[in-house]
């Protein structure tokens, strides 16, 4: 008979689905250009938190989002290949699709604060490299938008191959956070409380700042215009 277990804690859901919507209206904007492309260099600035908050908080955060618990090793793969894996949370390729996508977000919005259109976008670590610096970063930051693609497009279908095929819905969880397990051993997560959530929020808080040049000194000032004397 199964039970319900709270398996997916709130600030994870939400980081999840705020994730979603970022990266969706990242690749609208940078579709549609021109002025578009102030809010596509904020979206980016928006990602950079959300991801370094899960990061942090795949360390603090509750039981079965902590890397701790669903990173693979070796023997969990084989396993789970071998249709022998019995677990709860992330499977050991849906970790490494996790861990996938948010080092590819992370260095998606990095670049990106690098980079510059040659019109009017000039990311906010734009002047903390050169001009040919930046070109380079800017060609990197297009070319991975092929990879996001293929790696977001995966990641859909192997959620709706397990919800639909194996009816192991994941979505569900997501949402409400808790899931039906068979096993009444499974424990509920545990963890993450304000503390940590404090902590998770102040080091995503300092990577914006700090990644829209916060740690850049000063601009120069602007010399005032003088009137000649005669």
Wanted: proline fraction near 7%.
């Amino acid at each position: 008979m199964k039970h319900p277990i709270l398996l997916w804690d709130l600030p994870t859901r939400l980081a999840h689905w705020l994730l979603v919507a970022l990266v969706a209206s990242a690749i609208v904007s940078v579709k549609i250009g021109g002025n578009a492309m102030d809010c596509h260099g904020r979206i980016g600035l928006a990602i950079l938190g959300v991801v370094v908050f899960r990061i942090v908080w795949g360390v603090v955060g509750s039981t079965y989002a902590r890397f701790a618990q669903f990173l693979p090793t070796p023997a969990t793969l084989r396993s789970y290949l071998a249709g022998h894996w019995r677990g709860v949370g992330h499977n050991p390729l849906g970790a490494l699709s996790t861990v996938a996508l948010l080092s590819l977000m992370a260095g998606q919005a990095l670049a990106g604060a690098f980079a510059n259109d040659d019109i009017a976008f000039y990311g906010p670590l734009y002047q903390a490299v050169s001009s040919e610096l930046s070109a380079w970063i800017t060609g990197l930051h297009r070319q991975a938008e092929w990879i996001v693609y293929g790696l977001v497009g995966l990641h859909v279908g192997a959620v709706m191959w397990h919800t639909h095929v194996k009816k192991d819905n994941l979505i569900t969880p997501m949402i409400t956070g808790v899931k039906a397990v068979d096993d009444p051993a499974i424990p509920p997560a545990r963890g993450g409380g304000p503390v940590a959530l404090f902590v998770a929020l102040a080091f995503a808080g300092f990577a914006v700042w700090a990644v829209s040049g916060g740690l850049l000194p000063p601009p120069a000032p602007v010399p005032a215009a003088t009137t000649p004397a005669w």
